[in-house]
C-alpha cells in the first residue's frame, strides 16, 4: 500500500491512530474539567484546564497506598511469572518429556477459563488455610502474586515457547561437551538468547496484573488494595466523581507506558523470534 498509494497508507494509519488514542484523550479531558463544567458543556475540545482532581488524588494517601500495593504486586508477580515459566519452558522444549503437548495444552486452560470460576475456591485457599502458624494470605501482596499466577503463568509458557524453540539445541549439547552444568547452560547460554522474549513475558504479565480488577476486588479488603479496585470507592450512592475516577485512570496509564517506554526494542525483538527458523 505504501508503494502503490502512500497518501491511502497515511490516511490509514492517521485513522486507526485516531481511534486509538481518542479513548485516552478523552479520559484526559473529562480528569481536567470541573464536575459543572463537565455536566454542562461536555464538549470535546479542551478548553480549560483544571487541576484539582490530580491535586486531590495526589494529596490522598490512601490512593498512593493503593498504587504502592500495584507496584509491589505487579512487579512481583511479573518477575515470580517470567522466572517460573522460563524454567519450565526450557524442560518442556529442551527435554523429550512424555505427555509434553499435553503439559502445555493444559496450561493454556486455566488461561482459557473465565475468572470468576475461580473465585470461590481461590477466597477459601486465602481465607481459611494457614501457611505458617496464624499467617494466612488473604488480603496479602504474596496471597495475590500467587493468585496472578494461576492466569499469567501459563501465558508466559506459552509466549516464551517460541522463543526457546528459535534456540538451537545443539548450543546446549556443546555446552554440556564443554562441561557446562545444566544451571551454567540455563544462566549462560539460554538466557541471553531469550531476553527478547523474557522481556515481552515480563511487560504483558506485569500489565496484565497492573490491570487486573475482580480477583483484587474480591480477595482483597484494604493492606493489599490495589489502584484499580479504588476506582470503585468513588461510586456512591449520592454520585459518581468522574473526574476523580479519570484522573486514576490517567495515573493508572502512566506506569505502563514507562515501562513499554523502556523496553521497546526488546518488545519488538521478542515478538518476532522465533518466528522464522532456519
Known amino acids: 500500500m505504501k508503494r502503490s498509494n502512500p497518501w ?7 485513522l486507526i491512530s485516531f481511534l486509538t488514542l481518542f479513548p485516552i484523550y478523552w479520559l484526559f479531558v473529562i480528569s481536567v474539567k470541573p464536575a459543572v ?15 484539582q482532581n490530580y491535586i486531590k488524588v495526589m494529596n490522598d494517601s490512601t490512593l498512593r497506598g493503593y498504587m504502592m500495593n500495584s507496584l509491589i504486586i505487579s512487579t512481583g508477580n511479573a518477575v515470580l511469572v517470567t522466572t517460573l515459566g522460563f524454567l519450565a519452558c526450557y524442560a518442556l522444549t529442551r527435554f523429550d518429556l512424555a505427555g509434553k503437548e499435553s503439559v502445555f495444552f493444559w496450561t493454556i486452560t486455566n488461561r482459557m477459563a473465565p475468572p470468576a470460576v475461580f473465585l470461590l475456591p ?6 481459611q488455610v494457614y501457611v505458617i502458624g496464624d499467617f ?5 501482596h504474596l496471597g495475590m502474586i500467587l493468585v496472578y499466577c494461576t492466569f499469567n503463568l501459563p501465558f508466559a509458557i506459552w509466549t516464551l515457547r517460541p522463543t526457546l524453540d528459535g534456540i538451537p539445541k545443539e548450543l546446549d549439547e556443546a555446552a554440556f561437551v564443554d562441561g557446562a552444568s545444566a544451571w551454567q547452560v540455563i544462566s549462560v547460554v539460554i538466557f541471553p538468547l531469550a531476553r527478547p522474549g523474557l522481556a515481552v513475558t ?4 506485569w500489565v496484565f496484573a497492573w490491570n487486573e480488577y475482580l480477583l483484587a476486588a474480591t480477595l482483597t479488603n484494604f493492606n493489599a488494595r490495589t489502584l484499580t479496585t ?3 470507592e468513588y461510586v456512591t450512592t449520592t454520585g459518581t466523581e468522574w473526574g476523580i475516577m479519570a484522573a486514576i485512570s490517567v ?3 502512566i506506569p505502563a507506558l ?3 517506554g523502556m523496553v521497546q526494542k526488546h518488545i519488538v525483538a521478542g515478538l518476532t523470534f522465533g518466528a522464522v527458523k532456519g
Open 258 to 260: 514507562i515501562v513499554f
Open 230 to 232: 479504588g476506582l470503585s
Open 8 to 14: 491511502l497508507a497515511v490516511a490509514l494509519w492517521t
Open 122 to 127: 481461590l477466597y477459601l485457599l486465602l481465607t
Open 136 to 140: 494466612k494470605l488473604a488480603d496479602t
Open 37 to 51: 463544567d463537565l455536566f454542562s458543556t461536555p464538549d470535546v475540545l479542551l478548553t480549560s484546564i483544571d487541576w
Open 202 to 205: 515480563l511487560i504483558l504479565t
Open 251 to 253: 495515573f493508572t496509564l
